[in-house]
Structures are given as C-alpha cells and as structure tokens.
C-alpha cells in the first residue's frame, strides 16, 4: 500500500522550483507517493516531473476538479466535450509520469451549485466517463470519482451516491475515491461508507475536520482504518491538508482556504505519514485478536 501527500501540503505552484519543494518535502517526510493537482496539463512538463519523482524515488497520482467551463454533468454539450477533452490530457500528462490514478472532482463542476443536478446533466457526466474509463484503461490509468461534501457538488455526496451514480456509468476503470473530511460531513460514520463501496473503492484521502494536522479536529479515524484493513484495501492513502500558508491560484480560493492552521509544511507532513502508517500497522494486527 502507497501513503502519499497531496502536493499543496508544500506548493502552490507546479513549476520546477514548486515541483522540486513538494518532491523534496514528500521524500523527507517518509511518503511512497505526491499527489499532483493536475488542473492545467498544458503548461504541466511531464518529461521534467518524471525525472524529478524517480530521482527521489517517489510514485505520483493526479487529482483535480473541473470548473463551470469544463463541467461533465453540464446539459451543454460543448461544456462536456471541453470537460472530457480536459480530462484525456490530465490522462496523457498522468501516463507520462508513469501514474496510475487520476481522482477528484472529476465527474462535475467542483463548487457550490445552485440547485440539484439535473437528469440530462447526469446522463452526460456518466457516458463521458464510461468514454474516459476506456481511454484510461488503454494508458494504463484508472479514474476515481471523490465523493465530496454537497458544497462542492451536486451529483452525489455519499458513498451509497457514488455507488448508485457508478452503475450508471457502467465501465470497470472507473471507481471512488473517499476523504474522510468530506465523510465527515456527509456520512452517518466512517466505517459503513467503506464496507458500502469495498469491491469500487480504489483511493484515500485523509484530512482531518479542519484539514489542518491530523488528531488535532473531530475525525473519527478508527472506524475508517479498521474498515480499510477489513476490506483488504490496497490503494494508495493520501494525506490532504490546505493552510493559507501555503497558497495556490487554482485551488485556494476554491477549497475556500481562508485561514491558517499550520505554517511548517515538513512538521506537518512528517507528523501525518507517521500517523497513516501507524495507524495502518496498528489495525493489521487486529487479525491475530
Ligand atoms: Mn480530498
């Protein structure tokens, strides 16, 4: 199993100087793997990141929201071949890196909506991600959907949400991806969401409450560790923590990161991986009990 870090825990940028710190800084803090916020795959250097990551080692994954002029669950069908037309760049640039999962708020608009999302909306959404299940599968890159809080989208906001809006799209490459802030939020617990989603579930995020460090919010963790070891997960468990230290044009403003709740990136990071990785030590011995 990979722990990784979202790369914002370190840089808001991801040109060769941002690049170089969230490398570094996820490499000393103990991390098998950086999660790159991949919103702009044309201006991203794939070859330069490539070279970076096996330097230090290091595995990568990319996430990113679309926004209102790339909306796959939008009833304009321009808006969805741009979203869809993103989002096989995001593919190509992620492949080049040698990754192998692209998540987030890839299925609609990451903001709050205006109202709920509409039949047609869905419908798009769900065949222009059976279509990017397949461009996927051919490059070797299998799409998660994030199941975020109801502020952020409007197709689902649950496990069970996910799950129904999956059968839907109906391509094998295509699965969820669950962050404990957002079930915190939205979910009845931390333990049934997992049980719920075990044979789709390919991706972790760990944020706390607040996204600040980890133990420090409302977060209950035992249930979502002892779920992760029941259901054998395998896949990468990414810590994700936004301070307005540490800023970024495309997603601050965004996450609404209005405040500061860390300003050392590497104590943070450090702290976190310790804490993933203990936590995950700890529950594998629950089979001996
Ligand atoms: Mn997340």
Redesign the pocket.
């Known amino acids: 199993m990979q722990i990784g870090v ?1 790369a914002q825990v370190f840089t808001g940028t991801l040109d060769e100087a941002g690049l170089r710190t969230a490398i570094e800084g996820a490499k000393a803090a103990g991390y098998d793997l950086l999660e790159v916020p991949l919103m702009n795959p044309v201006t991203f250097d794939s070859a330069l990141t490539k070279r970076m990551l096996d330097d230090a080692g290091l595995a990568a994954s990319a ?1 990113l929201g679309l926004t209102e002029a790339t909306d796959l669950s939008s009833e304009d069908d321009s808006i969805v071949a741009a979203g869809e037309e993103l989002l096989e760049r995001v593919i190509d640039r992620l492949a080049e890196i040698g990754g192998r999962d692209l ?2 708020v890839i299925h609609s608009a990451m903001r709050k909506h205006e109202g709920p999302a509409t039949e047609r909306g869905r419908a798009n959404s769900q065949a222009a991600l059976g279509r990017l299940g397949a461009y996927g599968q051919e490059r070797g890159v299998r799409l998660s959907l ?1 199941v ?1 809080n109801r502020y952020e989208s409007n197709l689902f906001n649950t496990a069970r949400g996910a799950r129904d809006f999956l059968a839907g799209v109906g391509h094998e490459n295509v699965g969820i ?1 669950l ?1 404990t ?2 079930m915190n939020i939205e979910e009845s617990d931390n333990w049934q969401p997992i049980l719920d989603t075990a044979t789709q579930l390919n991706y972790a ?1 760990v ?1 706390e409450s607040h996204r600040g460090y980890l133990g420090t919010g409302s977060i209950e963790y035992g249930p979502f560790f002892r779920a992760l070891e029941r259901i054998g997960f395998d896949g990468p468990v ?1 810590f ?1 923590s936004f301070s307005s230290a540490v800023v970024s044009a495309e997603l601050s403003n965004t996450l609404a990161v209005w405040r500061n709740l860390w300003n050392d990136s590497a104590d943070l990071a450090a702290h976190a991986n310790r804490f993933i990785r203990d936590s995950m030590l700890a529950v594998r011995t629950i089979a001996l009990h």
């Open positions: 979202h996430s998540c987030g994030e975020v991806h962050d802030y957002h995020h944020g990414v994700e």
